[in-house]
């Protein structure tokens, strides 16, 4: 068989590979980059800077549960400002492209962090609208005009392509992917953590101080899927980056085919950080066996019955 094309075309970008390190789980990328191998990853996203330093929330702020762990961190980062002054240099020398992720409390905050993380020298920009740990419990993605705001803000802020990440719980995520479109979005990013809770019996608290927070890893898989598919099925043209529970390469295989042209990991990173070299191994494995001999003849393959 000839040799296997692992290149896939998100909207504007290419990527030499269809996996992409997920924001807030390799933290700014280089101190995790000098532990794994990053020549596997098509791009790795930073982890998400607001316009001001934010302190996150208290411990306990990560928690493990029977599958998959929850998380309350509430964005921790030291503001773009900070952020840029340390990043700027090495994004110029990374072996990765590195994608920034913005955060905001309205509109404007979201295009500055954007504009600057540009400036730093990303390769493209996602909007977090999709957090569930901010103060006020605000979550952007639920509502599709206030989306289509802050994509259409930070679109016309910078140069580089932009996706908006949306959580699973929202509502209609096909309506809001649709609006975040109409905005200026080069792709979207389906999902980030779900919304989850946990406790303790022998304290009688929930394991994270701020209570409900971020459900991540293997049970994520289908819901985010679900998001994939739905959005995938619904606007057949905008480009989907799926995320969810990814651990193996078929994991990755399957995002493919229900609509998605690249795919985040995002939880195992914690257990595993060389994970991508395995990943991409399985993904290889799996696709000669399907005798399939490049990404673009997976993506959006799914058959009905
Ligand atoms: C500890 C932790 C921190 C995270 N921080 C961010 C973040 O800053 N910005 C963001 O967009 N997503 C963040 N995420 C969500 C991940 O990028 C990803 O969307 C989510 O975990 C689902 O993928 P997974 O099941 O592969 O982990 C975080 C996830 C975890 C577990």
């Known amino acids: 068989m000839a040799l296997i094309s692992l290149s896939t075309r998100l909207g504007p970008l290419e990527l030499r590979s269809p996996l992409i390190a997920a924001s807030g789980t390799v933290g700014s990328v280089w101190e995790w980059?000098?532990?794994?191998?990053?020549?596997?990853?098509?791009?790795?996203?930073?982890?998400?800077?607001?316009?001001?330093?934010?302190?996150?929330?208290?411990?306990?702020?990560?928690?493990?549960?029977?599958?998959g762990m929850l998380n309350?961190?509430?964005?921790?980062?030291?503001?773009?400002?900070?952020?840029?002054?340390t990043m700027e240099p090495y994004i110029a020398t990374a072996e990765v492209p590195v994608w920034g992720s913005a955060v905001g409390e309205d509109v404007h905050g979201f295009s500055n962090v954007a504009k600057r993380l540009d400036a730093a020298g990303v390769a493209a920009v996602e909007v977090n609208l999709s957090c569930p740990n901010l103060e006020d419990g605000q979550i952007f993605s639920f509502d599709a005009r206030l989306s289509a705001e802050v994509v259409e803000a930070v679109a016309g802020a910078v140069s580089v392509p932009v996706g908006a990440k949306l959580s699973p719980n929202t509502p209609d995520i096909v309506a809001v992917a649709d609006a975040c479109r109409a905005a200026g979005a080069d792709f979207v990013v389906l999902t980030n953590t779900a919304l989850g809770f946990g406790l303790s019996l022998e304290d009688r608290r929930p394991l994270l101080s701020g209570g409900v927070g971020g459900y991540s890893g293997p049970g994520l898989k289908p819901i985010a899927l679900r998001s994939v598919y739905e959005v995938s099925q619904a606007l057949p043209g905008l480009p989907i980056v799926g995320c969810g529970g990814v651990t193996t390469g078929r994991d990755v295989l399957e995002f493919l085919?229900?609509?998605?042209?690249?795919?985040?990991?995002?939880?195992?990173?914690?257990?595993?950080?060389?994970?991508?070299?395995?990943?991409?191994?399985?993904?290889?494995?799996?696709?000669?066996?399907?005798?399939?001999?490049?990404?673009?003849?997976?993506?959006?393959?799914?058959?009905?019955?």
């Open 72 to 85: 309350g961190i509430g964005i921790q980062n030291p503001g773009i400002e900070a952020w840029a002054l």
């Open 257 to 305: 085919v229900a609509g998605a042209a690249a795919v985040e990991a995002g939880t195992i990173h914690f257990a595993e950080p060389r994970a991508g070299r395995r990943i991409m191994k399985e993904v290889q494995t799996e696709m000669k066996r399907l005798k399939v001999s490049s990404v673009s003849e997976l993506v959006g393959t799914l058959e009905q019955w």
């Open 33 to 67: 980059a000098d532990v794994a191998d990053v020549s596997p990853y098509g791009a790795a996203v930073a982890k998400s800077v607001s316009p001001t330093p934010w302190l996150g929330r208290p411990a306990p702020r990560v928690a493990p549960t029977t599958v």
